[in-house]
């Protein structure tokens, strides 16, 4: 490594000094630790840093360039609004599954191999569980289980596709799979991928534990793991039609669900499934302008995702609840929490000067372009949909509406938050205004216009009419306090079924096994029992007492020759002297 | 708090807010129709205010059809797995 710092580093060590630090000096070292991070990267430049050899595998720590320096910049900066966002926590270990976690994520985005991609990839999932379990309830802890049995499946999914890519190809580098080529070690890598990009079916972990997560620990997931998972798709698998379709199918199905949960940060975690559908439809179809589109997304997909984040978290962080039957018309005590929370939705929902609005369009224009004129219509009705649940449902049940419970003495947050989510607040907007600078970064050449007449007239006219059709069917739109099943019904009425199983089938057959062995087993033991007995006692007693019978017989005369008097005993041994003398001569 | 005032001031205004609303859906339309086709190669590009069409459908049987699940085979009571 010359003159490239892997910017992990600084995440990875630093967090380790952590606990050496006190009160103020604490808050200026979590900050620090992102800022060298941020410069880390401002510095590099491209090219392949950190080659290694691993028991003859060549692995590459740090593969520098367009597509890889998007998600590292986004990361880095993302970690630092994070860290802002958590600094009034007082846990250690919450900072450090934070930046571990950050860590991980930018040594997947840079590693070169598959190698050095697992190793990092694994980092990821067994720090940010902790940001789970931080959450401190019951539900926290079963979901963070639930979360890292999920994760490890998907780790599995990874590493036996590379190994199996490894003994195909002889070789763990990690670069561009054509479509056409791949056969099915290629594709149980692109399961892992999917798992950890909470492509359906495999999403189901993802708004089963992000809201059960502590308040500041659902900012820093909602922007890692999913977004790693689209840089690795992109990287590796862009151009593949399935990914195309299951993306689009996962914007649909994640506005669903945004439109029907109660809880904020439920809707929301749904909502980053559909969010992941828009990249993810971009690495499939995957033009130049598709995989800007989902450079671009997932970059500013992080900051306004997080900001909503930050939002909601300020709310249950304030009131104790995130729910919005329990919420409404709380703009009175936090209205900059409300205020930040508004741009975030118009930022995701693709106001003009808003970042939605220049990257989102960029995937469904390339959809356009290509003349996937179902993708395009069905990735607008989601958009229609994000608009509808986080926009305005949200907006509306817990900031305005009707009060449900008493919020009085509530007010806004700790001001480091309030300064985080200002902060990511004013680049959703300087994004949205100046894309030319955000398209810069892009992997790919930038010739998209969004301000053009055509785009303004098709965003506006989709914004508005659903404003439209919210204000005629507020009252149908109404959150129920309601749990709705998903894929994870399966596996969590699994485990009760399993019980049950155990109860009604595996009991009843170890009873019965029991009982057959004590009617049959038994029986026979005792009847080869009393065999060995008669045995002992006829044929082995026999032997032995017979043998006891003729030591007795010889005791008893040698009994006779032991007088008690010395000169029998002389007699006796001169007697047997002579004969032994007479014996050998 | 200032902010707050702002808010209380054009609630209070509710019914104008509805009405310039309606004026700048109205707005919306005419600047779709009259926008130059001559580029179209899609449907979506040819009838004049197609977004329009497509968002009130769209809109209403998205949210119809969201909450018809939840009402039926999805929703369950908050306590159902515990």
């Known amino acids: ?585 | 708090m200032n902010l707050v005032n702002i808010l209380e001031y054009l609630r209070a205004r509710i019914e104008l807010l509805k009405k310039l609303f309606y004026g700048f859906l109205l707005l919306l339309v005419v600047f779709d129709v009259l926008l130059p086709r001559e580029h179209a190669h899609f449907f979506v590009d040819k009838i004049p205010a197609f977004w329009t069409l497509f968002t009130v459908t769209g809109c209403f049987i998205l949210a119809r059809f969201s909450k018809g699940l939840a009402h039926t085979i999805l929703g369950k009571k908050e306590d159902f797995y515990e």
């Open chain 1, 1 to 585: 490594m010359n003159n490239w710092i892997h910017p992990a580093l600084f995440y990875l060590v630093g967090a380790l000094f952590l606990p050496l630090f006190k009160g103020a000096l604490k808050k200026v070292f979590i900050l620090l630790i992102p800022v060298a991070g941020i410069v880390s990267v401002a510095i590099s430049s491209y090219g392949n840093y950190g080659a290694y050899q691993f028991l003859g595998v060549e692995g590459l720590f740090g593969r520098v360039d367009k597509l890889s320096m998007v998600f590292a910049w986004v990361f880095v900066i993302m970690s630092f609004l994070g860290a802002l966002y958590a600094l009034h926590r007082k846990e250690d270990g919450h900072h450090i599954a934070g930046f571990y976690y950050v860590g991980g994520s930018l040594g997947a985005v840079f590693a070169g191999d598959y190698l050095t991609l697992f190793i990092f990839w694994e980092a990821m999932a067994f720090s940010s569980v902790f940001l789970i379990w931080y959450g401190k309830r019951p539900q926290s802890v079963n979901a963070g289980y639930r979360y890292l049995l999920f994760h490890v499946f998907g780790g599995l999914l990874l590493f036996a596709g590379m190994m199996f890519y490894y003994s195909k190809t002889g070789s763990f580098a990690f670069n561009a799979i054509p479509p056409g080529g791949a056969s099915w070690p290629e594709y149980l890598i692109l399961a892992g991928f999917a798992l950890n990009a909470a492509v359906i079916p495999l999403h189901a972990w993802l708004p089963d534990a992000y809201p059960e997560a502590s308040v500041e620990g659902a900012v820093f997931l909602c922007a890692f793991t999913t977004k790693t998972a689209v840089y690795v798709l992109a990287r590796g698998f862009s151009g593949f039609e399935i990914l195309a379709i299951m993306g689009t199918a996962m914007t649909v199905f994640g506005v669903i669900y945004a439109i029907i949960e109660n809880d904020i940060r439920r809707v929301l975690a749904y909502h980053i499934i559909s969010q992941v559908g828009y990249m993810v439809a971009g690495v499939g179809i995957g033009t130049m302008m598709a995989v800007n589109g989902a450079a671009a997304h997932a970059f500013a997909h992080i900051l306004y995702k997080a900001l909503l984040f930050m939002g909601a978290g300020a709310v249950l962080y304030m009131t104790g609840t995130s729910k919005m039957t329990q919420l409404g018309g709380i703009y009175k005590y936090m209205p900059l929490t409300m205020i930040f929370y508004v741009v975030g939705a118009i930022s995701i929902s693709g106001f003009p000067f808003f970042s939605g609005f220049v990257s989102k369009s960029m995937i469904v224009a390339a959809a356009h372009h290509e003349g996937r004129i179902w993708l395009m219509l069905l990735l607008n009705l989601a958009g229609i949909g994000t608009f509808l649940s986080v926009g305005l449902k949200v907006t509306y049940f817990t900031f305005f509406g009707k009060e449900s419970g008493d919020h009085r003495n509530v007010h806004e947050p700790p001001a480091n938050m309030l300064w985080a989510m200002g902060l990511t607040s004013l680049l959703c907007f300087l994004i949205g205004t100046f894309p030319s600078v955000f398209y810069k970064l892009m992997p790919f050449p930038v010739e998209f216009n969004p301000y053009s007449a055509s785009h303004l007239s098709e965003m506006m006219q989709i914004l508005s009419f659903t404003g439209l059709v919210f204000y005629l069917m507020v009252k149908k739109l109404a959150p129920d306090a309601k749990l709705n099943l998903d894929i994870d019904y399966f596996y969590r009425k699994g485990t009760v079924l399993f019980i049950k199983f155990d109860e009604k089938v595996i009991a009843p057959v170890d009873a019965f096994w029991g009982e057959l062995y004590r009617t049959l087993g038994l029986k026979s033991l005792f009847g080869t029992a009393t065999l060995s007995y008669i045995f002992d006692q006829k044929a082995i007693d026999g032997v032995v007492d017979g043998t006891a019978h003729s030591v007795m017989g010889i005791g008893s005369i040698v009994k006779k020759l032991q007088t008690g008097r010395v000169q029998t005993y002389i007699g006796l041994s001169l007697l047997l002297f002579f004969a032994i003398l007479w014996a050998v001569l």
